[in-house]
């Protein structure tokens, strides 16, 4: 058979728009210029309540994160969360000034450390025009991580995120926060067996409330947290393991068996000796190796209501 004859005939593409459903552009009526449009948004009235918080999510840019540990500057992608509260009187925000800001700051390279955080909080409240603005970034953050006897360096990452909030007359509120995979060996299990003991992998996650002041040039929050996670747990996750670094690994975990209650009670000593820390949460949740379940326990504690 003739390969040309056996093709289909087409219609041209603009009857196949037609075909499904495409017409002819109708008469314009309105104003295509900005300063003639109405704006709905910016009407003022009694709109019956306040609103808690409005604004965009799951909003993704690229972000460069600063790291005192390397790599020291990594390019990757943040997830954000912006909004402010509106008042009675205003019916809605412009919802473009939140990502047209976040555009400004990308042109100047974005960093995501704390002091660029507040800068663009404090401008956004003032953009918006409202008495606050707060703003969440999401990120991974890798880290260089050596084997314990080889040195045979790997990369891990923990799930960061930092969250701003700002109001004109009350300043800043600055949580951050980390999710960070740790090794536990059950303590009850190496009680009573005659030899061996059940381990699995642990999920801790902290958010702490920093002191505004904290600086952030001098210390890393996101080291400080994955530090205070990995120094009580029962042994580190290693990227890179050969067999001597195998055997120390699980000779550690053996001689520092663990619960979720202990990893969240020595987790959280740490946390209450950090001047820089205000208010914590801990929570770990172990992914049990011989359960279908998983074992959790948490802590919330403010040291400012001591």
């Not at 205000?278 to 326990?297: G, M, R, T």
Request: proline share 5%; hydrophobic share 30%.
């Amino acid at each position: 058979m003739n390969e040309t004859n056996s093709k289909k005939q087409l219609p041209p593409k603009e009857e196949r728009h037609k075909l499904f459903g495409s017409v002819e552009p109708g008469p314009r009526t309105k104003p295509q210029d900005k300063d003639k449009m109405a704006d709905l948004q910016n009407t003022k009235k009694d709109f019956l309540f306040e609103l808690d918080a409005v604004g965009v999510s799951n909003v993704k840019h690229p972000i460069v994160v600063p790291s005192h540990v390397e790599p020291k500057e990594q390019t990757t992608i943040g997830t954000f969360y912006f909004a402010s509260t509106i008042s009675q009187g205003s019916k809605g925000t412009n919802m473009s000034r939140f990502t047209e800001q976040l555009q400004a700051y990308y042109n100047k390279g974005f960093r995501v450390d704390i002091e660029t955080m507040k800068k663009f909080t404090k401008d956004l409240q003032e953009r918006l025009k409202q008495k606050d603005a707060e703003l969440t970034v999401e990120f991974p953050w890798f880290y260089q991580r050596k084997a314990p006897y080889t040195g045979n360096i790997g990369m891990n990452h923990a799930d960061a995120w930092l969250k701003v909030k700002y109001h004109h007359e009350n300043g800043y509120d600055i949580k951050v926060g980390l999710k960070a995979k740790i090794t536990t060996l059950c303590p009850c299990s190496k009680e009573i067996s005659e030899y061996s003991a059940h381990n699995q992998r642990g999920n801790v996650v902290i958010e702490i409330t920093l002191d505004p002041e904290f600086d952030e040039d001098k210390q890393d929050w996101k080291e400080l947290l994955l530090e205070a996670a990995e120094s009580n747990a029962s042994a580190r996750i290693h990227p890179v393991l050969k067999r001597p670094d195998e055997k120390m690994v699980t000779e550690q975990a053996y001689e520092n068996p663990r619960f979720v209650e202990d990893m969240v009670r020595l987790i959280a000593s740490d946390l209450y000796e950090l001047d820089m820390v205000k208010q914590f949460h801990v929570k770990c949740i172990n992914e049990e190796s011989i359960h279908l379940h998983d074992a959790i326990a948490s802590i919330t504690f403010d040291k400012r209501e001591e």
